[in-house]
């Protein structure tokens, strides 16, 4: 057995980028752990003056690791020190790991595809962790160990480790590497084979389970780019017309499932205005809002109401308070109406009592629709109609994922012009934009204002238009000057970082921005050579 003075440094290197594979959908601790674990490596081997020698050779890892000092840069005009530093610290792996990866030997191919294994297994154990959550497993192990079970009140929270949409970004691109292996690497076992087809599966349908839009979406695009490249790369005829065929015809199939959901959302029942009943069954009145038009699978929500019936008919049914708030910090009346328009009820007395014990406890819990009574990509896709919906004719958006994100975008916008070339600073964003919110009186509670969530337009708010023009060149330049690292798979990951920046700020979390910074050095420092 080796004792650790065994361990060469290229071993300890290879270590650090282990349990960084592994830490990145599994823990933050080892995220950082491994850092430290590469920075203590390349400092102890020495040849620190050849190191550096050799980064300045690289014109590409000089560009990909300078995009770091442009914080460092925007703290020049920055008024809020703890928020800059913070943000320096929370970015500091654009910068560490580049330049240790580009200052050290890269790996060889059979190295670089056991650390992709491992990552894909750390992504495998992940979401078998997830399903445990889901499926009570964890809560039994908490049980016994006298730990306080968990309440699962959204899908989306089984991702225990990190965040589940930047989990979802992992499996997309353990998806697509496993997708690699398959059609460009060389020859391999059939076993093997099976456990890709059969881990592509499983990672898709996972997607698929937490409702992932943001993943899917990435898939779903990517997956049209690949085929189209597959394409374009075969010399046979019918193949190419073939899956071409199969180009336009996943897209159509879709938009057609898209648009037959908003039918569905627009395919009101029909009510006559002059026909609607004055009295509930135990003689009160009911109030008709006939200008409020939202609805809930096709009924009219603000008719047929009747408050007083509501709460004292609730009351009788469950211990929260009808003016008070669901599990999810939600007005429970608001859910309890929502809830009761989607099955087509009257919001009265007669409404609650055809309400199951079931129904009751989900209302609970903050649902607002019959059909979000059972988790499914479908009833996601149903939510964001009803957002939209909702927001555009005049509803708050707060607590709505889609929604706040218009507003954030709208505010970070309104910054972003009165700071054009260098933004607000490193530490000012926040303060600039909640500024903004106050000034343009937006409807968001204050709980809700927060950054863009958009990437781009985080980086142009602190750092201006020049500094999103530095991030863009850094992405690119590596692209031009390292022609023999510009394979597929990289190509595969920049789509998915830069799709998810669109909706996301993809670098402003730990995993984000390891997950970042740690493949896009890999792929582009340290591979000797691709097939």
Request: hydrophobic content about 45%; proline content about 3%.
């Amino acid at each position: 057995m080796k004792s650790i003075r065994d361990y060469t440094h290229s071993d300890i290197f290879y270590c650090g980028l282990v349990i960084m594979a592994i830490g990145l959908p599994l823990s933050k601790f080892l995220m950082s752990i491994s850092q430290m674990i590469l920075v203590a490596n390349w400092l102890i081997q020495g040849g620190i003056s050849n190191k550096l020698k050799l980064l300045f050779k690289n014109k590409a890892a000089i560009v990909v690791c300078s995009f770091y000092l442009v914080y460092v840069v925007g703290l020049l005009h920055s008024s809020n020190w703890e928020y800059a530093l913070n943000e320096l610290r929370i970015k500091l792996p654009l910068f560490i790991i580049p330049f240790i990866l580009a200052t050290s030997p890269p790996l060889s191919l059979h190295l670089f595809y056991r650390l992709m294994n491992f990552f894909v297994g750390a992504v495998l154990l992940g979401t078998l962790a997830s399903m445990g959550e889901l499926l009570g497993v964890n809560d039994l192990f908490r049980h016994l160990l006298g730990i306080p079970t968990s309440s699962l009140l959204d899908i989306r929270e089984i991702s225990l480790f990190i965040s589940h949409i930047r989990f979802s970004l992992m499996i997309c691109l353990a998806t697509f590497y496993l997708f690699y292996i398959i059609i460009w690497k060389s020859p391999v076992s059939r076993l093997y084979l099976l456990c890709c087809w059969l881990l592509i599966v499983w990672f898709l349908s996972f997607l698929f389970l937490i409702e992932s839009v943001t993943g899917f979406a990435i898939t779903f695009s990517i997956g049209l780019v690949l085929i189209g490249y597959l394409a374009c790369a075969k010399n046979k005829r019918w193949v190419q017309i073939f899956i071409a065929c199969w180009v336009v015809i996943i897209p159509i199939g879709v938009l057609g499932y898209l648009y037959s959901m908003y039918n569905e959302f627009t395919d009101v029942t029909p009510v006559d205005v002059n026909q609607l009943e004055k009295l509930t069954a135990q003689g009160n009145p009911y109030i008709h809002d006939i200008h409020n038009t939202q609805v809930e699978n096709g009924n009219y929500i603000w008719m047929y109401m009747c408050k007083k019936e509501l709460q004292e008919e609730w009351s009788k049914r469950s211990q929260y308070d009808y003016h008070g708030l669901d599990k999810r910090n939600q007005e429970l009346e608001y859910t309890l109406i929502r809830f009761l328009a989607s099955k087509g009820l009257r919001k009265d007395a007669e409404g609650i009592k055809q309400l199951t014990n079931e129904e009751i406890h989900v209302i609970e819990n903050g649902i607002a629709n019959l059909n979000n009574m059972h988790n499914s990509l479908h009833s996601r896709i149903y939510n964001i109609i009803w957002e939209i919906d909702d927001y555009l004719r005049g509803g708050n958006p707060g607590g709505h994922s889609v929604t706040q994100r218009f507003e954030y975008w709208k505010t970070a916008g309104l910054v972003i012009m009165n700071n054009l070339w260098v933004g607000t600073g490193t530490g000012d964003l926040m303060d600039e934009m909640n500024i903004e919110y106050k000034s343009q009186a937006t409807s968001l509670e204050q709980q809700y204002w927060k950054r863009p969530h958009n990437q781009f337009l985080s980086i142009a708010v602190a750092l201006g238009i020049m500094g999103l023009m530095g991030f863009v060149f850094s992405i690119l330049y590596p692209l031009f000057v390292l022609p023999e690292k510009r394979d597929i798979l990289y190509v595969i990951f920049l789509l998915i970082v830069l799709g998810s920046m669109v909706s996301e700020d993809t670098l402003d979390t730990q995993a984000g921005v390891t997950f970042f910074a740690f493949f896009n050095a890999l792929f582009l420092f340290s591979r000797l050579n691709r097939n």
